[in-house]
């Protein structure tokens, strides 16, 4: 069974740009998860999409969003790049109940010049 | 005080030796206990997952639970080389509700041969 996939895996962007990053689940998994890893804050929750449905959000500014596709890939955008964005950032895919594993993919590393 | 508490102190050990590694939390109504491994510019692995309070063993690991002093502890036996990462806590339940995962900072463990 393959894995969830990201991509790109990596991106380079400079200040005031936009990006939009894309997440394909396990086949069969329902629940697309996003955070983002920093070496100073850890992995933080972004948000949730089951059912093409934002389910969770998390403490991000709006500049963060994101959409679930019928087949249930999902993406990610974020306008307005600032320096602080720079991040991995990693999907995670999941059956449906919160009581399902959650499975991570390989992250996209952005770099905001 | 943040949810979810891991020392993020590096860790070096002999090959062979038992890494122990812990979190605390503060959120009494987490119900579902995870452990990842995380390799350099990898995604995050699940290793071990459990529900409420007890031991689970695969393997040469052992995750513990204690919610009544809301404790968690990952034990890794006959330490290789190969195990040489970042180890990461995470649970989920309670407010949070559905997928939404909290997170410790993780704890990079170097295994010397």
């Known amino acids: 069974k393959a894995g969830v996939t990201q991509t790109p895996r990596y991106l380079i962007k400079t200040r005031g740009q936009q990006v939009t990053l894309s997440c394909s689940p396990i086949s069969g998994h329902r629940s697309v998860s996003w955070y983002q890893q920093t070496p100073g804050q850890g992995l933080q929750f972004l948000f949730e999409?089951?059912?093409?449905?934002?389910?969770n959000k998390g403490n991000f500014p709006g500049r963060f969003s994101g959409r679930q596709f019928s087949n249930s890939r999902s993406e990610m955008n974020v306008s307005t790049l600032e320096l602080g964005d720079s991040a991995l950032y990693l999907c995670?895919?999941?059956?449906?109940?919160?009581?399902?594993?959650?499975?991570f993919g390989p992250g996209t590393r952005l770099t905001v010049l | 005080q943040k949810e979810v508490e891991q020392d993020p102190g590096p860790l070096s050990v002999p090959e062979g030796a038992i890494v122990s590694l812990n979190c605390t939390y503060s959120n009494s109504a987490f119900q579902y206990f995870m452990w990842y491994r995380q390799y350099s510019r990898k995604g995050p692995e699940l290793l071990m997952y459990?529900?409420?309070?007890g031991n689970k063993e695969d393997g040469r690991f052992t995750a513990q639970v204690d919610k009544s002093s809301k404790y968690i502890s990952l034990f890794i036996r006959d330490s290789q080389p190969s195990d040489s990462a970042t180890y990461l806590c995470a649970m989920k339940g309670g407010d949070y509700g559905n997928n939404r995962l909290a997170f410790g900072k993780g704890n990079q463990v170097v295994v010397i041969p």
């Open positions: 999409y089951f059912s093409e449905t934002q389910r």
């Open positions: 459990t529900y409420s309070s």
């Open positions: 995670a895919s999941s059956r449906s109940t919160s009581t399902d594993t959650q499975y």
